[in-house]
């Protein structure tokens, strides 16, 4: 009468599966919530990476967007990443050996890197660029031979807008050294030739009013960051004295002003009938910014 060893086995059994089963599903639960979560922390981790533009400029809202785009990036790979983990993670709660998944995905990505190496490195690279914050669109570099506008900035590739107007396309992997024209400001210095055998003192009190007139002049002196300033003489031998003249100027503006301090120099000259060296009779003006990089003059008319 208190034998039944049927309804005793087959009641254990099932006992065992739902308690099994309950665990398993409270588990995968669990895996699901914590990878929410923690893709949710990488969401707003990577969010703190794009910062509000400092102003209404299109460079500024150009380097906002690159930034935004460089954060959408991250989020994707750590949200995949995560994601992944909690499948492994899973399958293992299974019973399922996760090893075999964990080759598969090892090799494809072996695979996938040794296939598309430049690839990788260019996207590397931009990734550097954009979050180092090197240059963005709409700011004037020199990379290698190619000086311009940069006109498009992504991951992979950088666009620049060269002096003929031609589009050069430079994968980011290949920039090694770049000089960024439009940070800060600008240099440039104006070279006056005079005779070698005429007193300096009216040429150089001709240079300082043609400087102190172009600095009181509200329409360039909002452009003017110092000087123009009289330095001295720059070169002397028997065919010319160079006296050199320098300023810093905002950034790209240096040719413009430069143009107007040589126009206010001549007439100044003209006034005072100031000859200049025979033979060296141009001005000579080089234009610089603080990276000590050589404007292209054709580059200073975009």
């Not at 639960?29 to 794009?50: F, G, N, Q």
């Not at 600095?215 to 452009?223: E, K, L, M, T, V």
């Amino acid at each position: 009468m208190l034998y039944s060893p049927g309804e005793s086995a087959m009641s254990s059994v099932t006992d065992f599966l739902n308690d099994n089963a309950i665990g398993i599903v409270l588990r995968l639960l669990i895996v699901l919530v914590v990878a929410a979560l923690v893709s949710r922390a990488v969401r707003a981790l990577c969010d703190r990476l794009v910062r509000p533009p400092g102003g209404s400029s299109k460079a500024e809202q150009a380097r906002e967007q690159q930034a935004r785009a460089l954060a959408e990036l991250a989020f994707k790979c750590g949200s995949a990443t995560v994601w992944l983990v909690a499948a492994l993670t899973a399958l293992a709660l299974l019973g399922i050996n996760p090893l075999p998944a964990i080759a598969v995905v090892v090799v494809a990505g072996i695979a996938a890197g040794l296939g598309a190496h430049n690839l990788l490195r260019d996207v590397l690279a931009g990734f550097h660029i954009i979050l180092e914050d090197q240059f963005a669109a709409g700011e004037t570099v020199q990379i290698g031979e190619s000086s311009g506008r940069v006109e498009q900035l992504t991951l992979r590739r950088t666009v620049v807008r060269d002096a003929r107007g031609a589009l050069v396309t430079i994968a980011n992997g290949e920039i090694r050294t770049v000089a960024n024209l439009s940070r800060d400001w600008s240099q440039a210095w104006v070279d006056v030739a005079l005779p070698p055998e005429i007193p300096l003192e009216k040429p150089l009190s001709a240079l300082e009013s043609a400087a102190a007139e172009l600095r009181a002049d509200a329409a360039w002196s909002q452009a003017l960051v110092d000087g123009p300033r009289v330095l001295g003489v720059q070169t002397y031998d028997r065919d010319a004295c160079v006296v050199r003249l320098q300023m810093r100027t905002l950034p790209m503006r240096q040719d413009e002003i430069a143009r107007e301090l040589r126009r206010r120099i001549q007439l100044e000259f003209q006034k005072q009938g100031i000859s200049l060296a025979s033979g060296q009779g141009r001005e000579m003006t080089s234009a610089q910014t603080a990276g000590e990089v050589t404007l292209p003059p054709a580059l200073s008319r975009q």
